[in-house]
């Protein structure tokens, strides 16, 4: 089970918009329609932003947007927000009751 | 509201044991597939292990697969992972987490963790 590539880090300016990718493989992320995404603050748990793939749960700002393209799974956050500064992960179901998790992308609001 | 509280961890010597715990409620925990998630300092999310609701059913990541054991007591609403074997990649806070929307990895609610620390 080899980990999701995330870019390491990625920035923005208040309001503006930014998109992480996370590739996986045709055997995980291109395979199921099971990609998550998750937020984290320093200190802080991991919280649920997307599942199956664009899906939001209740109270997650419709800043937040997923979608996927073959092996390649992309979070948008639009409008970025002082409080959007965070660890980002995504997720994803590799088969045969395993799961995989993208090695993590820094956002920096500048 | 939902809550899911860790304990058990701590500074264990290479080679020993500990056993964790997570406590559930605010929800019927008997109807969720529970996972275990870890995170070493600084580094990224790794998956640990899945039980099935009714505990019958259970894996494991190949780095833990052998040496952890996941299991739960749905009459104590408890999560429990069993480690063993534990050597200094072990090292991490270790989470529990609730699969929320149907039993593929959408971890909806997270504890906020408890450290195992492995070192002599």
């Known amino acids: 089970q080899s980990a999701l590539t995330q870019p390491p880090s990625a920035s923005g300016s208040p309001g503006q918009s930014v998109t992480i990718s996370c590739t996986g493989t045709?055997?995980?992320?291109?395979?199921?329609?099971?990609v998550t995404w998750y937020q984290q603050h320093p200190g802080k748990a991991p919280k649920l932003l997307i599942y199956?793939?664009?899906k939001r749960p209740s109270g997650v700002p419709d800043r937040f947007s997923g979608s996927k393209s073959g092996n390649t799974a992309s979070l948008s956050v639009s409008g970025l927000q002082a409080e959007d500064e965070a660890d980002y992960y995504c997720g994803s179901y590799a088969g045969s009751n395993n799961w995989v998790f993208g090695g993590g992308t820094k956002l920096t609001v500048l | 509201q939902v809550q899911l509280v860790e304990s058990g961890g701590g500074m264990v010597q290479p080679g020993r044991s500990l056993r964790l715990s997570c406590a559930a409620s605010?929800?019927?925990?008997?109807?969720?597939?529970m996972h275990w998630v870890r995170q070493a300092p600084g580094k990224g999310l790794e998956w640990v292990a899945v039980i099935w609701s009714h505990g019958s059913d259970k894996f494991y990541a190949d780095s833990v697969k052998g040496r952890f054991t996941i299991s739960r007591d749905n009459s104590k609403n408890t999560l429990y992972l069993e480690t063993n074997s534990l050597n200094s990649e072990d090292t991490a806070l270790y989470y529990c987490?609730?699969?929320?929307?149907?039993?593929?990895?959408?971890?909806?609610?997270w504890g906020q963790g408890t450290l195992v620390t492995v070192s002599s």
């Open positions: 605010g929800f019927t925990f008997s109807s969720y597939d």
């Open positions: 045709s055997s995980d992320v291109g395979a199921y329609k099971y």
């Open positions: 199956e793939v664009t």
């Open positions: 987490a609730r699969d929320g929307y149907g039993g593929y990895g959408d971890l909806d609610y």
